[in-house]
């Protein structure tokens, strides 16, 4: 499967949409914490047994992507989309099936392990495909595509919640909703497979600068720098700290309030979802375009810096007001997503566009860290504190101070990137072989 070259006049702003099919779907996992209760209830689960599909479905979005990136690269975006299609929409019909006969693992399987691979094969995707048709403008175009993977469960999440009060909320409830979530992804999906393309030549854009000038870095070479690793670092500590907060969402926000005069209903609290993922969403356009005018380092010092204090200030009067904590888990959450959108652009400023989706790729292997560590962390806590007798805010505070310790972290790791070392930079001949050999002659 070649990938399709965009025939004279095609528009390039035809590319972001195709994109968002892909993220849109895919973007559901945000969504998780809607099935948890019901799963805990249905199956006899824990919290920390409940998060481990999501979990699992993230180790092998990073894992997907650092090995499969060189692929994807070089099979081309169509085909790296049917792979995400076909994996995504098999991993939800699996766990039906292990929803429908009771048995847990399957849904580990299904949704954590299968549909995790089309996560991180899906995500990469429309990566270089984008920054090669938006040179101008990497990281507006890289925002717009990966904005739909966080406002993906600004759709599932009341589709979610409202499958499950249709169908019920037991097993077989749980079943039919992940069904109906396979077939319906499958054909969503399939739409960008159909519109994608990719650039005739190197200069898109009338005038505009080309995808593969200045610095150009190959991921083999990238993953031996300090600049890679500082940016692993960085990655890592900012999903941490909210992944674990966006995986717990839904019962934390009914936990911190439960002891007041004005309960969170199960209702509310899918709703409460659904805005982080509009946060999400929103921070990944936002600031990921805001980024391209202040520059890379400096918008992570505001997620890194400003992320931290609106966990303080969670941790210490959240549960005084709903207002305040609201605003603060938005705030997070749209750092959260801005983070991951500016973060190709970050890579491709450093390291060049020759290979910035198997980089890119390479580094997702931190969110894959950070999936496993943030729920962790938030799970198991919240798990002991429950088990000494404590209840409402207090369920969290440790872990809300751990991930201001993170974001300090991420933030030293940041002040310390750097230009890549001319060393480490390759020819603008080999750069040209390899470009012509990977274009093929004629359009698809």
Known sequence: MSPPIAPPGWSRWLVPPAALSVHLSIGQAYA???????????????????????????????????????????????????????????????SALGAAAEQYWLIVLGYGFVGGIGLGIGYISPVSTLIKWFPDRPG????????????????????????????GSDSSGIALAFLVHGISYAVFMTLGVLLVRVPRGEGPVAGGPSAVEGVQVSARSAVRTPQFWCLWVVLCMNVTAGIGILEKAAPMIKDFFADTSTPVSASAAAGFVALLSAANMAGRIGWSSTSDLIGRKNVYRVYLGVGALMYALIALVGDSSKPLFVLCALVILSFYGGGFATIPAYLKDLFGAYQVGAIHGRLLTAWSTAGVLGPLIVNWIADRQEEAGRHGSSLYTLSLFIMIGLLAVGFVANELVRPVHARHHISAQKEAADVARQQPESAA
């Open 32 to 94: 998780w914490s809607v099935f948890k209760p019901p799963l805990e209830s249905a199956l006899g689960l824990s919290g920390t047994q409940s998060a481990l599909p999501f979990q699992l479905a993230i180790v092998m979005l990073g894992l997907s992507a650092a090995f499969g990136g060189t692929l994807v690269e070089r099979r081309g975006p169509r085909w790296a989309m049917t792979v995400a299609l076909v994996c995504f929409s098999s991993g939800f019909l699996i």
């Open 140 to 167: 507006m175009a890289t925002g717009i595509a990966i904005m739909g993977f966080g406002g993906g469960a600004l759709i599932a999440s009341p589709w979610s919640a409202q499958m499950l009060e249709s169908f």
